[in-house]
Protein backbone atom coordinates (compact mmCIF):
# COMPACT_ATOMS: atom_id res chain seq x y z
CA UNK A 1 0.00 0.00 0.00
CA UNK A 2 2.63 2.50 1.32
CA UNK A 3 4.76 2.12 -2.29
CA UNK A 4 2.06 3.34 -4.51
CA UNK A 5 1.27 6.36 -2.52
CA UNK A 6 4.77 7.50 -2.03
CA UNK A 7 5.35 9.26 -4.99
CA UNK A 8 1.91 11.60 -5.11
CA UNK A 9 2.64 12.37 -1.65
CA UNK A 10 5.98 13.56 -2.25
CA UNK A 11 4.61 15.07 -5.70
CA UNK A 12 2.23 16.72 -4.01
CA UNK A 13 5.00 17.79 -0.98
CA UNK A 14 6.71 19.92 -3.46
CA UNK A 15 4.20 21.44 -4.95
CA UNK A 16 2.31 22.58 -1.75
CA UNK A 17 6.06 24.20 -0.52
CA UNK A 18 6.35 25.62 -4.18
CA UNK A 19 2.93 27.00 -4.01
CA UNK A 20 3.43 28.34 -0.44
CA UNK A 21 7.09 30.02 -1.78
CA UNK A 22 5.39 31.47 -4.94
CA UNK A 23 2.45 33.22 -3.43
CA UNK A 24 4.26 35.04 -0.94
CA UNK A 25 1.85 34.74 1.58
CA UNK A 26 2.62 34.00 5.39
CA UNK A 27 1.25 30.66 6.14
CA UNK A 28 -0.87 31.70 9.90
CA UNK A 29 -2.86 27.89 10.55
CA UNK A 30 -0.73 24.97 10.73
CA UNK A 31 -3.06 21.75 11.41
CA UNK A 32 -0.69 18.41 12.20
CA UNK A 33 -2.13 15.34 11.35
CA UNK A 34 -1.61 11.92 12.45
CA UNK A 35 -3.95 8.50 13.34
CA UNK A 36 -4.72 9.01 16.94
CA UNK A 37 -3.64 12.95 18.10
CA UNK A 38 -2.08 11.05 21.06
CA UNK A 39 1.12 10.71 20.58
CA UNK A 40 3.24 12.66 17.29
CA UNK A 41 0.76 15.51 16.54
CA UNK A 42 0.22 17.23 19.43
CA UNK A 43 4.06 16.70 20.17
CA UNK A 44 4.29 18.78 17.01
CA UNK A 45 1.56 20.86 18.11
CA UNK A 46 3.78 21.87 21.37
CA UNK A 47 7.24 22.21 19.84
CA UNK A 48 5.29 24.50 16.88
CA UNK A 49 3.77 26.68 19.12
CA UNK A 50 6.74 27.60 21.02
CA UNK A 51 8.78 27.81 17.49
CA UNK A 52 6.82 29.90 15.84
CA UNK A 53 4.54 32.93 17.45
CA UNK A 54 2.03 34.26 16.03
CA UNK A 55 0.96 30.74 13.84
CA UNK A 56 -2.37 29.39 14.92
CA UNK A 57 -1.36 26.12 15.68
CA UNK A 58 -2.98 23.20 16.45
CA UNK A 59 -3.47 19.16 15.79
CA UNK A 60 -6.13 16.28 15.21
CA UNK A 61 -6.32 12.71 14.15
CA UNK A 62 -8.21 10.73 12.09
CA UNK A 63 -9.39 8.03 14.83
CA UNK A 64 -13.21 8.75 15.51
CA UNK A 65 -12.99 8.78 19.03
CA UNK A 66 -12.21 11.84 20.94
CA UNK A 67 -10.87 12.71 24.16
CA UNK A 68 -8.34 10.38 24.59
CA UNK A 69 -4.97 10.69 27.16
CA UNK A 70 -1.63 10.60 25.76
CA UNK A 71 0.13 7.57 26.79
CA UNK A 72 2.49 8.07 29.67
CA UNK A 73 5.86 6.96 27.86
CA UNK A 74 4.96 9.36 25.39
CA UNK A 75 4.02 12.33 28.26
CA UNK A 76 7.69 11.34 29.51
CA UNK A 77 9.44 11.99 26.05
CA UNK A 78 7.25 14.82 25.49
CA UNK A 79 8.75 16.13 28.95
CA UNK A 80 11.96 15.44 28.11
CA UNK A 81 12.06 18.15 25.69
CA UNK A 82 9.71 20.67 27.52
CA UNK A 83 6.52 19.78 26.52
CA UNK A 84 3.52 19.22 28.72
CA UNK A 85 0.85 16.27 27.16
CA UNK A 86 -0.35 15.25 30.35
CA UNK A 87 -3.89 17.44 30.06
CA UNK A 88 -3.92 16.47 26.43
CA UNK A 89 -7.33 14.97 24.53
CA UNK A 90 -7.52 14.00 21.06
CA UNK A 91 -9.56 15.85 18.77
CA UNK A 92 -11.16 14.33 15.38
CA UNK A 93 -10.18 16.22 12.55
CA UNK A 94 -13.10 18.28 10.98
CA UNK A 95 -13.64 19.64 7.84
CA UNK A 96 -13.83 23.16 9.45
CA UNK A 97 -10.47 22.99 11.07
CA UNK A 98 -8.57 21.62 7.29
CA UNK A 99 -10.60 24.40 5.53
CA UNK A 100 -9.25 27.42 8.16
CA UNK A 101 -5.56 25.65 8.00
CA UNK A 102 -3.20 27.00 5.63
CA UNK A 103 -0.92 24.43 5.52
CA UNK A 104 -1.56 20.21 6.30
CA UNK A 105 1.28 18.52 7.75
CA UNK A 106 0.97 14.39 8.08
CA UNK A 107 3.52 12.37 10.00
CA UNK A 108 2.98 9.38 7.08
CA UNK A 109 1.40 7.93 4.41
CA UNK A 110 -1.44 5.97 5.35
CA UNK A 111 -2.76 10.08 6.73
CA UNK A 112 -2.17 10.95 3.58
CA UNK A 113 -4.37 8.04 2.28
CA UNK A 114 -6.82 9.03 5.22
CA UNK A 115 -6.61 12.78 4.13
CA UNK A 116 -6.64 11.67 0.47
CA UNK A 117 -10.25 9.76 1.12
CA UNK A 118 -12.14 12.46 3.51
CA UNK A 119 -10.96 15.87 2.14
CA UNK A 120 -9.86 15.25 -1.59
CA UNK A 121 -11.15 19.15 -2.54
CA UNK A 122 -8.11 20.41 0.14
CA UNK A 123 -5.09 18.67 -0.46
CA UNK A 124 -3.24 21.42 -2.06
CA UNK A 125 -2.03 22.40 1.12
CA UNK A 126 -0.58 18.97 2.30
CA UNK A 127 3.01 18.25 3.67
CA UNK A 128 4.85 15.39 5.04
CA UNK A 129 6.17 16.16 8.07
CA UNK A 130 9.41 13.79 7.32
CA UNK A 131 10.46 14.90 4.33
CA UNK A 132 11.79 17.80 6.39
CA UNK A 133 14.32 15.97 8.12
CA UNK A 134 17.78 15.29 6.58
CA UNK A 135 18.11 12.94 5.24
CA UNK A 136 13.67 13.10 3.96
CA UNK A 137 12.05 10.27 5.49
CA UNK A 138 7.84 9.47 4.19
CA UNK A 139 7.44 8.08 7.91
CA UNK A 140 7.71 9.45 11.12
CA UNK A 141 6.69 6.15 13.08
CA UNK A 142 3.92 6.30 15.32
CA UNK A 143 5.48 5.62 19.46
CA UNK A 144 2.23 4.35 20.53
CA UNK A 145 3.61 0.79 20.89
CA UNK A 146 7.26 1.43 21.13
CA UNK A 147 9.24 1.24 23.79
CA UNK A 148 11.24 4.78 26.04
CA UNK A 149 14.16 4.84 23.90
CA UNK A 150 12.17 4.45 20.45
CA UNK A 151 9.43 6.82 21.53
CA UNK A 152 12.06 9.56 22.93
CA UNK A 153 13.86 9.17 19.35
CA UNK A 154 10.96 9.96 18.15
CA UNK A 155 10.03 12.95 19.65
CA UNK A 156 12.90 14.52 18.99
CA UNK A 157 12.78 13.65 15.46
CA UNK A 158 9.66 15.75 15.31
CA UNK A 159 11.41 18.46 17.03
CA UNK A 160 13.68 18.57 14.43
CA UNK A 161 11.46 18.44 11.92
CA UNK A 162 9.12 20.92 13.14
CA UNK A 163 12.25 23.23 13.13
CA UNK A 164 12.94 22.89 9.66
CA UNK A 165 9.75 23.26 8.87
CA UNK A 166 9.88 26.72 10.11
CA UNK A 167 12.77 27.43 8.01
CA UNK A 168 11.27 26.59 4.85
CA UNK A 169 7.93 28.31 4.85
CA UNK A 170 6.78 31.96 5.16
CA UNK A 171 6.02 32.53 8.41
Not at 44 to 55: D, I, S
Request: proline share 6%; aromatic share 8%.
Amino acid sequence: MRAWLARPAERQHAQTLSSLRESGNPVRNILFLCYGNICRSPVAEKVAQRLMPGVEVTSAGFYPEEGRQTPEHVQLAAKSIGIDLSAWSSRRVTRAMVRHADLGVLFDLYNFRDYRREFPEDQNKLVLLGLFLNPPRRTITDPYNKSSSETLEVVKLIETAVAALARQIPL
